[in-house]
């Protein structure tokens, strides 16, 4: 699986829109970029995924460049429960199930008031 | 819909004891993953589970074994523990085929502390 680049922290101010930043510049063709989430102490949550189209969903949108070299996680209205660890990772899905995610060390995003 | 299971919550070994964990998956899921996070550390892929098969592995010592149930249930056994293996293990499932989407579903974590 490609590996990912991504910041290490990063603050934003309540009720801004966040934007997370990945850098996946060895992805394949057939590989998905998956996000999830870890807020302190509890099992990561998943947020978002998509292969080449921009996707939307209740929690976020994900934005995919044209190359699918990086892409960015948008949490559009931020709140303080959004403050959390979040990972981006690169997969090959097959249908056969995530053989092994890995985790990088992911962002930490801080949500200020 | 119950989500992913995991016993018990905390657990304090010594050096040298053994370790077993327990998941229980979400209904209708058959893929079980063991994941460790150490403190301050990312989640690192322990093991793989589907169909009561050990599917993939990760980079870890043979101390670390589990198996899963026919039930899909795990148990993760962490033998001769190490001081290092203090950390978080998280258990994570999924459906297989064609409801699989990718979307990894974690337990909340077991706690374990080496002394």
């Known amino acids: 699986d490609a590996k990912t680049t991504q910041p290490t922290s990063m603050d934003c101010a309540e009720g801004r829109a966040a934007n997370l930043p990945c850098n996946h510049s060895?992805?394949?063709?057939?590989?998905?970029v998956y996000w999830y989430r870890q807020i302190h102490s509890q099992g990561p949550q998943y947020i978002i995924h998509?292969?080449?189209n921009n996707e939307t969903n209740e929690m976020a949108s994900l934005i995919i460049t044209e190359d699918r070299k990086s892409s960015t996680l948008i949490l559009p209205h931020a709140t303080l429960r959004d403050t959390a660890v979040y990972y981006c990772?690169?997969?090959?899905?097959?249908?056969?199930?995530?053989?092994?995610?890995?985790f990088g060390k992911g962002t930490h995003l801080i949500i200020q008031p | 819909e119950a989500g992913v299971t995991q016993s018990p919550t905390h657990l304090i070994k010594t050096r040298g004891q053994q370790a077993t964990l327990r998941c229980s998956p979400i209904s209708g899921h058959t893929s079980v993953y063991w994941y460790q996070q150490a403190l301050g550390l990312g989640l690192q892929f322990l093991l793989w589970?589907?169909?009561?098969?050990?599917?993939n592995r990760g980079n870890f010592p043979p101390r670390f074994s589990g198996r899963q149930f026919p039930n899909y249930s795990s148990e993760l056994n962490v033998n001769a523990l190490e001081l290092e293996d203090s950390a978080l293990y998280l258990c994570?499932?999924?459906?297989?085929?064609?409801?699989?989407?990718?979307?990894?579903?974690f337990g909340e974590g077991s706690r374990l502390t080496v002394l």
């Open positions: 060895t992805i394949s063709g057939n590989e998905y």
């Open positions: 990772i690169v997969l090959m899905y097959s249908g056969g199930g995530a053989d092994g995610l890995t």
């Open positions: 589970y589907d169909e009561g098969e050990e599917r």
């Open positions: 994570a499932s999924s459906p297989m085929g064609t409801l699989n989407t990718g979307e990894l579903f």
């Open positions: 998509g292969l080449k």
